[in-house]
């Protein structure tokens, strides 16, 4: 089993509609949460970071930890096709340390 | 000009050659990392160095090997490629709460 789950998709929704990615993960030791945002052909970009449960918010994403239930969430409200992109959730022990991805979600947001 | 430089972008080479991947850095942190990408497995690690004297195996370290030539700069070596090496390839340094990325090099043994 790996440490960081995460459906591969693909995901298509229409423009404007809200968007739910998900993870899950194993490893109890896990304290610091990321989603990274990947374009085809250019390196992951971080695009949130928490490690905390609850819920963070910058503009239109919310990233959502439950460590209870060990559950990782992404949402993105008034989804835009510039949101189009390969979208990994990572996780790790403790800050500066080794980060484990998952597989990434396919998102396309159709005009 | 970008914070992690790859080069090549692209290589291809035949099985059994030796190649190098080189990754340079202009963050000034210490830590560097390579990762391969494959579809469905997402980023896999392969190696890891915490400064110029400590290098570390990832999950994935069989078949390739690493050198730290100065704390901007980490390659990743295959020292005899294999088709099952056909991969994209990242490097990465870091910060305490952000990972930074190069553009990768897509690599292909044939």
């Known amino acids: 089993q790996k440490e960081v789950e995460q459906d591969p998709g693909p995901l298509s929704v229409p423009e404007g509609a809200i968007v739910s990615l998900n993870c899950t993960y194993s490893?109890?030791?896990?304290?610091?949460f990321m989603w990274y945002r990947q374009y085809s052909r250019k390196g992951p970009e971080l695009l949130m970071y928490?490690?905390?449960?609850g819920n963070k918010e910058d503009g239109r994403f919310t990233a959502q930890v439950d460590k209870s239930s060990k559950y990782i969430s992404l949402f993105i409200r008034d989804s835009q096709p510039s949101d189009s992109a390969t979208y990994l959730c990572?996780?790790?022990?403790?800050?500066?340390?080794?980060?484990?991805f998952g597989t990434g979600t396919r998102l396309t947001i159709i005009p | 000009d970008a914070d992690v430089t790859q080069t090549p972008r692209n290589r291809i080479t035949k099985t059994g050659k030796r190649i190098m991947l080189e990754c340079s850095q202009t963050?000034?942190?210490?830590?560097m990392y390579w990762y391969r990408q494959d579809p469905g497995l997402g980023l896999r690690l392969i190696y890891y160095?915490?400064?110029?004297?400590?290098?570390n195996k990832g999950e994935i370290s069989d078949g390739y090997s690493v050198s730290r030539q100065a704390q901007a700069k980490f390659s990743l070596s295959l020292e005899s490629a294999i088709p099952n090496q056909t991969a994209l390839y990242f490097c990465?340094?870091?910060?305490?709460?952000?990972?930074?990325f190069g553009q990768g090099t897509r690599l292909t043994v044939v």
């Open positions: 160095s915490f400064d110029v004297k400590d290098i």
């Open positions: 963050k000034g942190h210490d830590r």
């Open positions: 928490t490690y905390s449960s």
């Open positions: 990572a996780s790790e022990p403790g800050g500066n340390e080794k980060l484990t």
């Open positions: 490893n109890s030791a896990f304290q610091y």
């Open positions: 990465a340094t870091r910060s305490n709460t952000e990972a930074f």
